[in-house]
């Protein structure tokens, strides 16, 4: 046993408005800047959508993240022998049509064009040439369903969607949505970090989180075609490629992530988790039915005591154990089994689960008509507005089974806290589903508390990085002492 | 004397320039050593430029290469003559290939509002440079068809004067304009590598081909720190 301690996250999908709230905070501290400006380390999407950059899950397009490969596994579109061949043209990297041309307008033309018959407008232009563009498309263009006939219609997760399933989602009556904030998910076995010549990304052993070293990424660009998820970023101006770096600083000082902290529906939670590194292999290789069930148990129950032994020997801090007792995302994740990772066909084994939205059918259309009363308070999970294939294909590499059991308790939790708050529904029809899912009152309600009314810090809950030596962890600080600080001292200047 | 100062006074000036440079460069300004790929703003144009291109030079580097080093076996080879044709005519198909793919780039960057966002005054001079550097390249191939003999039998000697500190230019000062221009420009080429982007070769990733796919790094190993039995426990930071 090899454990390590990792920062998760979950987000929960029924909570989400899809303010972009978390995107502007993002775009706020990191990526304004040129050459990043079509970065979005965080971006919200409308599902059904071809989100961004467009049709990002199709590695038949992209050739992201592993594939099997006999008992193995390998990249998809990247390695060594691949990597090093597509060097002088990446054939399957991304390119800026593939993402947006960013754009601003020049309000300054409102207060200084010269006086004139016609109003002066503030035209759109080219963040990269400068030159005036008509924006087609942008990073959000799907939101809420908007333009859907190109992209909700479009969205890869229908792949194995029959027409007759396809169309129903789009019957006016029946139409839903929901959104997919994403972020980078902090991979156990990131696509990213292997796919890199210059072994510029790594993982940080402290907490997982993964970076790209600037000094040492020579744009081979092959993590951007690597990562499944798109989450790993080509800056044209610098040369250098850059993804979500989990505000590592913040976090080293004890605050939680810019996006998290400032996000309006409270949908995400972050927390530590305890794996066995030794098994990431083993379990990124094994078949796709198996991929949630074994990922889930890499994860390490923190109250083990044997679990606390090994993980002190491994040399990691009590503070980041203790911490890993009280992490919201065991709860989510394990304990309830509530949260699943994003495509974990990709293999990269992420860090960022969702509870998937909860969409039950309030109406149907009968003889014409549109039906709103039921017999029962929500229809049946099966009849889920979204079909549990589309949703499988999200979040457990197409097992309906899986996604229909989390939806289950869901619903019984909800259904508890019905007869609890107003108490009009019989018996039976709550101990039949809570029954089912085997969810007693206390954890329904446990649950319930988690989710609606966390405080602050139940719903983050960071070790101490322990500042004082993190200092430490960037440099040897005696070396430095009178200088001008340290770290990294160098303009980020494009090269020649 | 103008013999003198290219053939002697550039190369020496060149290498000084390379090795004091290119360590210059990457100790105090490794955030500016890039492949600078302009790809994500246009690949469609890169890729009927960029492969020719980097293929073609790379078989012509290794050509040159072997020349230099094994001098008697290529001259061996050459003793055939159907296997002289080989040589020069595969020669000749690689520099063809890289003189297109750097044709098709100089247009594409020339023709592209993006790609002039983001070129240099120092690309403009690695353009003439590699321009001049094929099309002599070129040249001396098709006009003089035994040029990779007289490579190995008369500019190697020359070339390695220069590495033993005894310069000898009476070969190649009796050369044709043709080779002369082409052994000056690669000087230049050698000379300006520090200051360019030619950087980016220098920086190859070897290491990938024998490091493990995944890399963690820890800043401060606590582990380490603890079976450490050195004065100063605790390994300093790998990633700054
Ligand atoms: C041996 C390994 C080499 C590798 C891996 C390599 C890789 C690359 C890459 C990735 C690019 C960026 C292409 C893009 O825009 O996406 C590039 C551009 C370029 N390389 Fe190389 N290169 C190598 C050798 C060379 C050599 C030997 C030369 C010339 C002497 C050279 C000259 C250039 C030039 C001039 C460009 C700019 C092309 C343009 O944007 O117009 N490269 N190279
Ligand atoms: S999601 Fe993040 S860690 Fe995972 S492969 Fe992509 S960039 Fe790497
Ligand atoms: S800030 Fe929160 S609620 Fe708003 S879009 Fe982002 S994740 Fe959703």
Redesign the interface.
């Known amino acids: 046993m090899n454990i ?1 301690s990792q920062i998760s996250m979950v987000f929960h999908l029924d909570k989400c408005i899809g303010c972009h709230t978390c995107s502007i905070a993002c775009k706020n501290i990191w990526t304004d800047r040129k050459g990043a400006e079509y970065m979005w380390w965080n971006n919200v999407e409308t599902k059904p959508g071809t989100g961004y950059p467009g049709k990002w899950e199709d590695q038949d397009i992209y050739k992201g993240g592993w594939e099997k490969k006999g008992d193995s596994i390998q ?1 998809k579109g990247a ?2 022998f691949k ?2 061949k597509n060097m ?4 399957n ?1 991304p ?2 049509e593939d993402y947006y041309e960013p754009w601003a307008y020049q309000y300054e033309h409102l207060f200084e064009a010269e006086e004139g018959d016609d109003q002066p407008v503030a035209r759109p232009v080219s963040l ?4 005036n563009i008509t924006p087609k498309s942008g990073p959000n263009w799907d939101d809420d369903l908007s333009g859907s006939t190109d992209y909700a219609r479009n969205d890869v997760n229908f792949k194995d969607l029959s027409p007759a399933e396809q169309e129903a989602m789009f019957q006016l009556e029946r139409m839903t949505m929901h959104y997919l904030p994403r972020i980078c998910n902090h991979c156990l ?2 696509a990213c ?2 796919a ?4 510029a ?6 907490d997982g989180v993964v970076l790209i ?9 092959m993590c951007v075609t690597a990562c499944p998820y798109k989450k790993s970023y ?1 800056n ?5 490629s850059e993804k979500c770096l989990l505000c590592y600083p913040r976090l080293e000082n004890g605050q939680i992530p810019a996006c998290m902290h400032s996000c309006v529906g409270r949908i995400r939670y972050l927390g530590v988790l305890l794996y066995d ?1 030794d098994k ?1 292999k083993e379990f990124a290789s094994c078949e796709e039915s198996e991929l949630v069930e074994k990922q889930k148990s890499i994860y390490l129950d923190p109250n083990d005591s044997e679990v606390i032994k090994a993980a002190k020997e ?4 009590d503070s980041t154990i203790e911490a890993a007792q009280k992490s919201p995302v065991y709860k989510f994740i394990i304990e309830w089994g509530l949260a699943l990772p994003l495509h974990p066909e990709f293999r990269t084994l992420p860090n960022l689960f969702y509870v998937p939205p909860l969409l039950p059918t309030m109406a149907f259309v009968e003889n014409g008509t549109y039906e709103t009363t039921s017999d029962s308070l929500w229809g049946a999970i099966e009849n889920s507005r979204l079909p549990m294939k589309y949703l499988a294909n999200l979040f457990s590499a197409g097992n309906e089974k899986t996604i229909e059991v989390v939806l289950k308790k869901l619903m019984a939790v909800r259904l508890h806290r019905r007869d609890e708050t107003v108490g009009d529904l019989p018996e039976k029809e709550i101990s039949d589903p809570m029954g089912e899912v085997k969810m007693d009152k206390e954890t329904a309600n446990e649950i319930f508390r988690l989710t609606s009314l966390p405080l602050f810090d139940e719903r983050f809950v960071i070790p101490a990085a322990h500042r004082e ?2 200092m ?5 600080t005696a070396d430095v002492k009178g200088n001008h600080g ?3 001292k ?1 303009p ?5 | 004397m103008t013999n003198q100062f290219l053939f002697i006074g550039l190369p020496y000036a060149a290498l000084f320039v390379v090795l004091i440079g290119t360590i210059f460069r990457y100790l105090n300004f490794g955030f500016k050593v890039s492949s600078l790929s302009s790809q994500f703003l246009e690949s469609k144009e890169l890729f009927y430029g960029s492969r020719p291109f980097h293929w073609g030079l790379l078989f012509l580097f290794f050509g040159h290469l072997i020349a230099f080093l094994f001098p008697r076996s290529v001259m061996l080879w050459n003793s055939v003559p159907i296997r002289l044709i080989i040589l020069e005519v595969s020669a000749l198909a690689f520099g063809i290939t890289a003189c297109y793919g750097l044709f098709v780039l100089i247009l594409r960057r020339v023709r592209n509002p993006r790609l002039i966002k983001v070129a240099n005054k120092m690309d403009i001079v690695v353009y003439l440079v590699l321009t001049v550097q094929i099309a002599t390249g070129l040249w001396v191939a098709v006009s003089f068809r035994w040029g990779s003999s007289w490579f190995a039998s008369s500019l190697t000697p020359y070339i390695r004067s220069i590495f033993t500190f005894t310069p000898d230019i009476s070969a190649i000062s009796s050369m044709p304009l043709a080779v002369k221009i082409h052994v000056v420009s690669a000087f230049t080429l050698i000379g300006i590598i520090p200051s360019t982007r030619f950087m980016h070769f220098l920086v190859y990733p070897f290491a990938y081909l024998w490091r493990s796919y995944q890399l963690v790094i820890w800043n401060w190993d606590p582990k380490k720190i603890r079976t450490s039995r050195k004065l100063f426990n605790g390994v300093r930071s790998r990633n700054n």
């Open positions: 390590r990249l390695g060594k990597g090093l002088f043209h990446n054939p990297m390119v800026l990269i040439t400068g030159e076995n990131p970090v292997a890199c010549p210059s072994g990304i790594y993982k940080r052993g402290e070293n600037q000094k040492k990424c020579r744009a081979w660009r080509y044209w101006n610098t040369g250098k590194a990431i491994n040399g990691i801090a030596e993190a430490e962890m960037l440099e040897s340290f770290g990294f160098e980020p200047k494009r090269g020649l």
